[in-house]
T-cell receptor, first 113, second 113 residues
Framework: AQSVTQLGSHVSVSEGALVLLRCNYS??????LFWYVQYPNQGLQLLLK??????LVKGINGFEAEFKKSETSFHLTKPSAHMSDAAEYFC???????????FGKGTTLSVSS | DTAVSQTPKYLVTQMGNDKSIKCEQN?????MYWYKQDSKKFLKIMFS???????INETVPNRFSPKSPDKAHLNLHINSLELGDSAVYFC????????????FGQGTRLTVV
């Protein structure tokens, strides 16, 4: 069975600081991995996805994530946080066998000036 | 032109009532989903339809009944609403079940009083 663990339910950074949101997955087959962002009172927007091509994936808004099979991780980073990055971030996994995306519990990112 | 649209955006109703949420996607996707997001922001898959056929039915009370008249529409009907049904319900779609990113609607915030 697939699962996703997001370490840290709340991450706080200063504007301009590095953003690191952690995600570890469990899957019996090579996974599809995703990061989504949710702004208040809105739906989920795809930030980036890993589908077995390049292990370093670049997404929108300056975010990127690296797939590390040995560590079963897919951490999300951004070199310099902006106030507008404050939101809820979700990591999700799929094993590609016809099941739905399974989401982690989310990480709230706060950015202070 | 909204890719996945759901109506209504807000729904306030009394316990015991029956209500429906409608969802439509114009992406030409084969698979549609209903997710429930609770007060702690946790996203849980409820149902998944592929080409109008139910393929995922998680442990959801049978008061919840999805209906897919065609592959572009997936509605959710809820009978005898309970306080615990209060949540945000998201509709989503993907090209194929579990093999790519899912596109989400804006959500329906259901409040049962």
């Amino acid at each position: 069975a697939q699962s996703v663990t997001q370490l840290g339910s709340h991450v706080s950074v200063s504007e301009g600081a590095l953003v690191l949101l952690r995600c570890n997955y469990s899957s019996s087959v090579p996974p599809y991995l995703f990061w989504y962002v949710q702004y208040p009172n809105q739906g989920l927007q795809l930030l980036l996805k890993y589908t077995s091509a390049a292990t370093l994936v670049k997404g929108i808004n300056g975010f990127e994530a690296e797939f590390k099979k040995s560590e079963t991780s897919f951490h999300l980073t951004k070199p310099s946080a902006h106030m507008s990055d404050a939101a809820e971030y979700f990591c999700a996994v799929s094993d590609g066998t016809g099941t739905a995306l399974i989401f982690g519990k989310g990480t709230t990112l706060s950015v202070s000036s | 032109d909204t890719a996945v649209s759901q109506t209504p955006k807000y729904l306030v109703t009394q316990m015991g009532n029956d209500k429906s949420i409608k969802c439509e996607q114009n992406l030409g996707h084969d698979t549609m989903y209903w997710y429930k997001q609770d007060s702690k922001k946790f996203l849980k898959i409820m149902f998944s339809y592929n080409n109008k056929e139910l393929i995922i039915n998680e442990t959801v009370p049978n008061r919840f009944s999805p209906k897919s008249p065609d592959k572009a529409h997936l509605n959710l009907h809820i009978n005898s609403l309970e306080l615990g049904d209060s949540a945000v319900y998201f509709c989503a779609s993907s090209h194929r079940a579990g093999q790519g990113e899912a596109f989400f609607g804006q959500g329906t915030r259901l409040t049962v009083v």
